[in-house]
């Protein structure tokens, strides 16, 4: 009984082991993690209705040759929200939801942000989350979209065109009164290698 423990231990630990550090996070220094191979090193940036801030860049280990076929997230990951979602909200309003009108601005969320990001591929569509507050440390964005996103540039850009972005009803753009208001959003994201 005892051999038996001792043993299902040691292949616990093994298992746990086969991290391996692969490379460093050019923003802070600390070691990325892969499990397994074909995994690369991808510079991110946003486009469109959700931008990245060019003063903080940043990278994450993904799928080789399909960077948004398994997940990719990061933290800090800065991004810049403009004026305009770019998306078109009488698309938006349209989508079967049931969830109300969405709005094209940012509003009172406009500026940089600096939170946690990731996006995995689910059953034909993707899950997008971005949870953060301001720069500065002050207001709090949770925002996330489930919605089927187009891959294009040999599949190093991932677009989602006037889907529903929700926001949860705790955020607020600067820790004043909640704006929970879904914005209705164009977007792209793509991997460099």
């Not at 969830?99 to 009172?108: D, H, I, N, V």
Request: net charge negative.
């Amino acid at each position: 009984m005892l051999r038996t423990i001792a043993g299902i231990a040691v292949l616990g630990l093994a298992a746990c082991g086969r991290d391996v550090p692969t490379a460093q996070d050019q923003s802070n220094g600390a070691l990325l993690f892969a499990r397994g191979g074909n995994q690369t090193l991808y510079g991110i940036t946003f486009q469109q209705g959700i931008q990245s801030d060019v003063a903080h860049p940043f990278s994450a280990l993904a799928k080789t040759g399909d960077p948004f076929g398994g997940s990719v997230g990061g933290d800090p990951v800065y991004v810049l929200l403009p004026a305009s979602s770019a998306g078109m909200a009488t698309v938006c309003d349209q989508d079967g939801s049931g969830l109300g009108a969405t709005t094209e601005s940012w509003g009172g969320y406009a500026g940089i942000w600096k939170g946690d990001f990731s996006i995995s591929a689910k059953a034909g569509a993707h899950h997008f989350a971005y949870r953060a507050t301001r720069e500065d440390g002050t207001g709090m964005l949770w925002l996330v979209v489930n919605a089927a996103g187009v891959k294009s540039n040999g599949n190093l850009t991932l677009t989602f065109t006037n889907v529903r972005g929700l926001v949860s009803a705790l955020s607020t753009p600067d820790g004043g009164p909640y704006d929970p208001q879904d914005r209705c959003l164009t977007f792209s994201i793509t991997a460099i290698p």
